[in-house]
């Protein structure tokens, strides 16, 4: 069974980093045609893609996002990790970490974790 963990600071203030860590279980991180997912949702909005780091380590960012957030993953720990710079209060939301298959969908989610970013 696949499970995937989400862990990180419930509160961050602006303008620092915020780091979430991804644990998965059941499977590699590496496996092929696997594509592990950062995703968002701030409270009473929709949905929102933040990146991808695929099998090979290759990384996929959103364009709008881009410039202050970095994916990168631990293959010993089977662990992908999100960071997130200078942060603001827009950036208040559930944060999940998501399992994709090639050609088939994401299909695996975290419960996702809370960050709220306050002073």
């Known amino acids: 069974q696949v499970q995937l963990q989400e862990s990180g600071p419930g509160l961050v203030k602006p303008s620092q980093t915020l780091s979430l860590t991804c644990t998965v279980s059941g499977m590699s991180i590496t496996g092929n045609y696997y594509s592990w997912h950062w995703i968002r949702q701030p409270p009473g909005k929709g949905l929102e893609w933040m990146g991808a780091?695929?099998?090979?380590?290759?990384?996929y960012l959103n364009p709008s996002l881009k410039s202050r957030t970095a994916i990168s993953r631990d293959t010993s720990k089977n662990q992908f990790t999100l960071q997130l710079t200078s942060v603001i209060p827009e950036d208040t939301a559930r944060y999940y970490c998501?399992?994709?298959?090639?050609?088939?969908?994401?299909?695996?989610w975290g419960k996702g974790t809370p960050v709220t970013v306050s002073s």
């Open positions: 998501v399992r994709e298959v090639k050609y088939e969908g994401m299909d695996y």
């Open positions: 780091i695929a099998f090979s380590g290759s990384t």
